[in-house]
Nanobody
Framework: QVRLVESGGGLVQPGGSLRLSCAASGSFYSIFSMGWYRQAPGKERELVTAITSPGSTTYADSVKGRFTISRDNAKNTVYLQMDSLKPDDTAVYYC???????????????WGQGTQVTVSS
């Protein structure tokens, strides 16, 4: 069974920084990509950033230059460094991973439980 466990959310003032972590555990063959989505109250879940195993990254325009995603393949862990945080960044942040459980299986989407990030003075 695959699990994604997140950590690192919290309350921060505007302009501050936070670092989120997400570790994948369980039995699986490979991880194609890992990333972060977020969902603010009354809004749809949106992609924040993602990174593939070789290291290709994608970012939402709203976070470019402020957020940095990185990945430790040996630890099956992805990190999100969030700098220059704004009140609009307030949301529940969800870790996402596309994982192939068996060599013969297609990749499936897995989600973490979510971690709250609140940017407020």
């Amino acid at each position: 069974q695959v699990r994604l466990v997140e950590s690192g959310g919290g309350l921060v003032q505007p302009g501050g920084s936070l670092r989120l972590s997400c570790a994948a555990s369980g039995s699986f063959y490979s991880i194609f990509s890992m990333g972060w989505y977020r969902q603010a109250p009354g809004k749809e879940r949106e992609l924040v950033t993602a990174i593939t195993s070789p290291g290709s990254t994608t970012y939402a325009d709203s976070v470019k230059g402020r957020f940095t995603i990185s990945r430790d393949n040996a630890k099956n862990t992805v990190y999100l460094q969030m700098d220059s945080l704004k009140p609009d960044d307030t949301a529940v942040y969800y870790c996402n991973a596309r994982i192939k459980v068996y060599t013969w299986a297609l990749e499936s989407n897995y989600w973490g439980q979510g971690t709250q990030v609140t940017v407020s003075s």
